[in-house]
């Protein structure tokens, strides 16, 4: 048997972000009125600051951003119980709450965010599908009402003991 993998405290991905924070306000404290910087920027905070410039970028482009990676991944921990399930003896339930959950980490999050918390791309996509499945079935509409007999009159029902 394998052992568990290690994960990565949480705490990781938080500091990444204060980091990154940080970052966005030196630089706006050392840019007065969007003017060129008067003072020289250290290249870890230039870097930082680019960084961050590329996940604003993208989150105009995708919709999302941080607030929902994070949401997302606040909420996987209250389902690693259902997901651990599911993985080691195949259990095939996942609630909606958790799939909401993966749905958002997988949508709104780098995949190094999911690494920090203990998931692989693969089962990433592995529970994204089962999700996606489980959402597309949830929203399918009901099979049509099969048509019922016709009704027989008293007359029918009448002729029919009749004959038998």
Do not use: K
Request: hydrophobic residues 45%; glycine residues 12%; charged residues 15%.
């Amino acid at each position: 048997m394998e052992a568990p993998r290690p994960r990565l405290p949480i705490v990781a991905a938080l500091s990444a972000a204060l980091l990154l924070v940080l970052a966005h306000a030196h630089g706006a404290a050392s840019s007065p009125a969007g003017g060129p910087t008067p003072v020289a920027v250290r290249p870890w905070v230039a870097r930082l600051q680019a960084l961050h410039d590329l996940s604003v970028s993208g989150e105009q482009q995708q919709g999302g951003g941080f607030g929902e990676c994070w949401g997302a991944v606040m909420g996987l921990s209250s389902c690693y119980g259902e997901i651990l399930l599911f993985f080691v003896n195949g259990e095939s339930y996942i609630g909606p709450d958790c799939c909401v959950a993966i749905r958002g980490a997988t949508r709104y999050c780098w995949p190094a965010m999911l690494a920090s918390v203990g998931f692989t791309a693969e089962e990433a996509d592995v529970l994204r599908g089962f999700c996606d499945g489980e959402e597309a079935e949830a929203t399918r509409a009901p099979p049509p009402a099969v048509p019922a007999p016709p009704a027989r009159g008293l007359g029918q029902l009448a002729a029919v003991a009749v004959r038998g």
